[in-house]
């Protein structure tokens, strides 16, 4: 039996990357999956495939997290189809494009900042009388917001992003106090750089390097010897949604090798 048999997890922007990552390992401790996309509905359909051939329970959902509208019917699907919400991970992202603050679009800068802030906002808002509900039950919820290192250094050419995952922290943390009475663990995962589709197009903002498209060529000067990987990030979560972190709440965990 795995360490989340019975528990019911929906993950935003989960088709791709970390978010697939989480999605499959969540799936082989026993959670029933929803697999939440925007648009690529074929890489989200190869993860519930991917799922279900390894004997697990998936299901795809489309909604923009953007959108409060279509988070709320997201939700209301997810918990009918699969009988309830235990677990939240708010993990759907986009890059921003490595400009200074001097020469950023505005509609860069709202967008950015829309999906890293008031989409986790407007998922967790309607997420948590669920997950109230399942925690009466079961004693137990959980939410975890997949961040960045980002807003531990602030660097130059990236203020969409650093604003928006900042914003996102600030919101955990705050939901870990209100939430904390309801038996809800809320919690933020931050990592370096990911060896994804995202990851690369950081890279290339933050670098400057546009021409930069495989970033295992940066394993030597990685910790470990190696590029992060989703699996890694996927781990923490799992750690933050299973018995072993019964008593944490509102923490920040980085996921980068230590630097």
């Known amino acids: 039996m795995g360490q989340l048999e019975g528990r019911i997890a929906l993950v935003s922007g ?18 029933a999956v929803a697999v939440n996309y925007r648009r690529d ?21 489309e909604a923009s997290v953007d959108d409060p509208a279509a988070c709320a019917a997201m939700v209301e699907a997810v918990v009918s189809d699969l009988g309830g919400l235990d677990t939240l991970v708010c993990n759907a992202g986009i890059a921003s494009r ?8 505005p509609d860069e ?25 399942r925690a009466a039950q079961h004693g137990r919820g959980d ?38 009475p309801h038996g809800i663990h809320v919690n933020i995962v931050a990592p370096g750089l990911v060896e994804t589709d995202m990851g690369v197009r950081l890279a290339r903002a933050f670098t400057g390097n546009r021409e930069m498209d495989d970033l295992r060529a940066l ?18 979560v799992l750690w933050l949604c299973s018995p072993g972190s019964g008593y944490v709440t509102g923490q920040r965990i980085e996921c980068n090798g230590g630097g």
């Open 219 to 236: 394993d030597a000067s990685s910790p470990f010897g190696r590029v992060c990987q989703p699996l890694d990030v996927a781990n923490v």
């Open 41 to 61: 509905r074929e890489a989200a359909e190869e993860t519930v495939a991917a799922i279900e051939a390894a004997g697990g329970v998936a299901r795809a959902y």
């Open 14 to 31: 989960g088709g791709r990357g970390i978010g697939r990552g989480i999605c499959e390992l969540l799936a082989s401790e026993g959670a």
């Open 109 to 133: 800068m709202i967008r950015v900042v829309t999906t890293h802030a008031f989409g986790p906002h407007h998922l967790s808002r309607v997420a948590i009388p669920h997950l109230r509900a």
């Open 98 to 105: 490595g400009r200074a603050v001097a020469d950023t679009d």
């Open 143 to 180: 939410i975890v917001m997949i961040s960045s290192v980002a807003t531990s250094s602030m660097g130059a050419n990236g203020a969409p992003y650093n604003m928006g995952k900042a914003a996102m922290e600030a919101l955990a943390l705050t939901l870990a106090k209100e939430e904390r």
